[in-house]
């Protein structure tokens, strides 16, 4: 049981670092003329954020996700050495 858990957390692990460093490509590839379709994405998410003022506390919530196509590819690839491993 345990080694399953562990199992999941690294893939966990591999996804996330799939999506950062995907996205951290196509933000960087996006500039150039011939990969800027790997910057190409959509943005979802609160846009403004929410505020919850309770006068002693401020709550403060936002979250957006920005996915482009370089972030999907690191997906696959992070899966795809998730399995070989």
């Given at each position: 049981m345990a080694t399953r858990d562990k199992g999941m957390w690294i893939l966990l692990l591999f996804l996330l670092a799939g999506i950062v460093l995907g996205?951290?490509?196509?933000?960087v590839a996006g500039k150039i003329d011939?990969?800027?379709?790997?910057?190409?994405?959509q943005t979802f998410g609160l846009t403004?954020?929410?505020?919850l003022d309770l006068k002693v506390l401020t709550l403060?919530?936002?979250?957006?996700?920005k996915i482009n196509v370089a972030s999907i590819i690191g997906v696959a690839v992070a899966l795809f050495v998730y399995r070989k491993a």
């Open positions: 996205g951290l490509l196509g933000e011939f990969l800027w379709w790997l910057g190409y994405g403004e954020p929410l505020v403060t919530f936002a979250l957006q996700f």
